[in-house]
């Protein structure tokens, strides 16, 4: 939807330009805006793509969430799902594919977004994992055990190249990825 509605634009706009004569700034700093739109949009679409011979690398599990949270934003059925994410001062670093954590995140949203009204990540570190709590904000109620034992066994294939795990709850999805540190000892 985005993507068409900024192609829409920069295509008007084009149509509107003559070469006889000096742009409208308006009309410049419009294009300007829309490509800048189109470049965060091409970054998040590079994202959905997932390779099976990606290995994992040292990366913050925040950036993930960041990126997990802008493609969220674009599903048609969770628009207006209002996110809060809660991090701990001293979350580690974790040695991830950030593709796939990306994508498992987004399955765990889209679990806690069917059981609330809001969706809320938190992030810590417990030991030698740091863990993703993505949790129903304004809870309508439990959700289905099933939906989300299928939503956390996603979640779990997911990050198996990773070494993650994902569990279910009540209100959304847990998962836990070792901490960089951690990794590097069992390597």
Do not use: K
């Amino acid at each position: 939807h985005d993507v068409s509605n900024r192609v829409a634009t920069v295509s008007a706009i084009a149509s509107l330009l003559d070469p006889a004569r000096q742009p409208d700034e308006r009309v410049l700093a419009g294009l300007r805006t829309d490509a800048e739109r189109l470049e965060r949009l091409l970054e998040q679409l590079r994202q959905l793509p997932r390779r099976a011979d990606t290995e994992p690398e040292p990366m913050l599990a925040g950036d993930a969430v960041r990126m997990a949270l802008a493609l969220f934003a674009h599903h048609p059925d969770f628009r207006d799902v209002a996110c809060t994410v809660v991090a701990a001062d001293d979350v580690a670093p974790v040695r991830a594919d950030p593709t796939a954590l990306t994508h498992a995140l987004c399955v765990a949203l889209a679990a806690a977004a069917r059981v609330g009204a809001g969706v809320r990540v938190a992030l810590s570190t417990e030991g030698d994992v740091v863990r993703l709590d993505v949790s129903a904000d304004g809870s309508r109620g439990e959700g289905d055990a099933d939906d989300l034992a299928v939503d956390a066994a996603a979640v779990t294939w997911l990050l198996e190249g990773s070494r993650g795990q994902g569990e279910a709850h009540a209100y959304g999805c847990r998962m836990d990825v070792p901490t960089l540190q951690a990794s590097r000892r069992v390597r």
